[in-house]
């Protein structure tokens, strides 16, 4: 079993629609949670995270941590084509890189 | 700034057959890392870096080698490339190395091995 798993999609919306973007994990000792996007033929960017369970906003974008059921989310209010990439959310451990566990990403198409 | 550049960005090799792969960053950043994506897999850590002089292992680091000689370059070498070495080939800086730095991320390197 992965630790982290991540519907792979792909995922096809509407320009406006709520998109909500998901994964779960195995380890219960993991206490950060990314999530990048990542555009074709691009490396991956920092969206956003959060620390432990809670729910953290940034504009058009929300990330929520359940601990107690081992799952996070991402969503997306009035999705934009610009939003068409594919995200990856990323769990760790302790404060640094060495040890973030990777989901495979989910392709998300915003459709005009 | 030109930010995180790999060269190549396309590379086909034969079974065997050893290369390095280039990694630079102008941003005078500390941590430099190697991921690796296969498809279905996401983002895994090959090697990583804390520093010039001081290199350690990820969670795929057989097949690999590093070395940081300067805070700019960080090369991944490859010894005697294998087929399930195919893959597209990620080289990351941030200032700290803390899971919510913001890491750069290059443009990466698509490496067949036939």
């Known amino acids: 079993q992965k630790e982290v798993e991540q519907d792979p999609g792909p995922l096809s919306v509407p320009e406006g629609a709520i998109v909500s973007l998901n994964c779960t994990y195995s380890n219960s000792a993991f206490q950060y949670f990314m999530w990048y996007r990542q555009y074709s033929r691009k490396g991956p960017e920092l969206l956003m995270y959060?620390?432990?369970?809670g729910n953290k906003e940034d504009g058009r974008f929300t990330a929520q941590v359940d601990k107690s059921s081992k799952y996070i989310s991402l969503f997306i209010r009035d999705s934009q084509p610009s939003d068409s990439a594919t995200y990856l959310c990323?769990?760790?451990?302790?404060?640094?890189?060495?040890?973030?566990?990777f989901g495979a990403g989910t392709r998300l198409t915003v459709k005009p | 700034n030109a930010g995180v550049t790999q060269t190549p960005k396309f590379q086909v090799l034969k079974t065997g057959q050893s290369m390095t792969l280039q990694c630079a960053q102008d941003m005078n950043h500390e941590y430099m890392s190697w991921y690796r994506q296969d498809p279905g897999m996401g983002l895994r850590l090959i090697h990583y870096s804390v520093g010039a002089g001081i290199t350690d292992q990820g969670e795929v680091p057989n097949g690999y080698n590093v070395s940081r000689s300067t805070t700019e370059d960080f090369p991944l070498r490859l010894l005697s490339a294998a087929p399930s070495q195919t893959s597209v080939y990620f080289c990351?800086?941030?200032?700290?190395?803390?899971?919510?730095?913001?890491?750069?991320f290059g443009p990466g390197t698509r490496l067949t091995v036939l």
């Open positions: 959060t620390y432990s369970s």
């Open positions: 990323a769990m760790s451990l302790i404060y640094n890189n060495n040890d973030m566990r």
């Open positions: 990351a800086s941030s200032s700290r190395g803390s899971s919510t730095d913001t890491q750069y």
